[in-house]
Nanobody, 114 residues
């Protein structure tokens, strides 16, 4: 069974950091671009960051630039989202996505609150 599993979410204070992981099973992520999305309560899902298959290209939403970093370890079949200087407005469920496979994870909740 092909699936993506996100982990690393939790409760963090404003200004704190979290690293999210997206691990794949049943397929290799090696040849695929991977995206991270967030969905805040009551809002539509929005793109946060993307990474190409070989890590040569990354892109970020304006709100994530300078604070978030997407990376991947193809040997571990895992993509990461390092999130720093977190703000309450970053509170959301974060999902990873492989567009070419139409594959989504179940999401991991990030709550930024004091």
């Amino acid at each position: 069974q092909v699936q993506l599993v996100e982990s690393g979410g939790g409760l963090v204070q404003p200004g704190g950091s979290l690293r999210l992981s997206c691990a794949a099973s049943g397929t290799s992520l090696r040849i695929y671009a991977v995206y991270w999305y967030l969905q805040a309560p009551g809002k539509q899902r929005e793109l946060v960051a993307t990474i190409s298959s070989d890590s040569s290209s990354t892109n970020y939403a304006q709100s994530a630039k300078g604070r978030f970093a997407i990376s991947r370890d193809n040997a571990k079949n895992t993509v990461y989202l390092q999130m720093n200087s977190l703000k309450p407005e970053d509170t959301a469920v974060y999902y990873c996505n492989v567009p070419r496979l139409g594959l989504w994870g179940q999401g991991t909740l990030v709550t930024v609150s004091s």
